[in-house]
């Protein structure tokens, strides 16, 4: 079936790196752009990066700007999230999600998601 | 960036209630205005996009209205599985922004 599947979560002390994965299957992963949305404990939902279904156009919130990269292999149908130089503030459940191709970015299909902790 | 503001937050609401929230942007988005449901351990799901579409395989006590800075989504007769946070999201302006989350609550 149609599903994402996120990995690579993890305890980071601050200022160092982690590299998530969200493993696509069940659909043509190579016409979906995704995004990776993420929530702190105890708080909403906060919009972090996108690429497009062909990796021409990438787009991050400004707090990532700089230190996270999203990419894509879709080989592999698996889009990446490098983040690097992490903060106490990135802490937060990680999740990714397809675009439905609505041309409203709205998103359909969501993994379960990736804890990532920052602490020292 | 945008700036998007739920109300009221929370919502006390019981069995068979019609329940508005309500999302106000802090500038005009057109209708690029997607509604999000909730609930602890799950991920989001999605409910209605561009402002007035029903997603596929959501209840039509779901719909949702407006354009440019104000937005409703109302639930007609609320069932028990509904008692969940809704959140709004622009996304007419890169960086998306979501709202601070509306809690229907007993």
């Known amino acids: 079936q149609v599903q994402l599947v996120e990995s690579g979560g993890g305890v980071v002390q601050p200022g160092r790196s982690l590299r998530l994965s969200c493993a696509a299957s069940?659909?043509?992963?190579?016409?979906?752009?995704i995004h990776w949305v993420r929530q702190a404990p105890g708080k909403g939902l906060e919009w972090v990066a996108l690429i497009w279904y062909d990796g021409s156009h990438r787009f991050y919130t400004d707090s990532v700007k700089g230190r996270f990269t999203i990419s894509r292999d879709d080989s592999e149908s698996t889009v990446y999230l490098q983040m690097n130089s992490l903060r106490d503030g990135d802490t937060a459940l990680y999740y990714c999600a397809r675009d439905s191709n609505s041309g409203f970015y709205a998103l359909d299909i969501w993994g379960q998601g990736t804890m990532v902790t920052v602490s020292s | 960036d945008i700036q998007m503001t739920q109300s009221p937050s929370p919502l006390s609401a019981s069995l068979g209630d019609r329940v508005i929230i309500t999302c106000r942007a802090s500038?005009?988005?057109?209708?690029?205005l997607n509604w999000y449901q909730k609930k602890p351990g799950k991920a989001p799901n999605l409910l209605i996009y561009?402002?007035?579409n029903l997603q596929s395989g959501v209840p039509s006590r779901f719909s949702g209205s407006g354009s440019g800075t104000d937005f409703t989504l109302t639930i007609t007769s609320l069932q028990p599985e509904d008692f969940a946070t809704y959140y709004c999201?622009?996304?007419?302006?890169?960086?998306?922004?979501f709202g601070q989350g509306t809690k229907v609550e007993v």
């Open positions: 500038q005009s988005i057109a209708n690029h």
């Open positions: 999201q622009q996304t007419y302006i890169t960086p998306q922004t």
């Open positions: 069940g659909f043509i992963f190579s016409s979906y752009t």
């Open positions: 561009a402002a007035s």
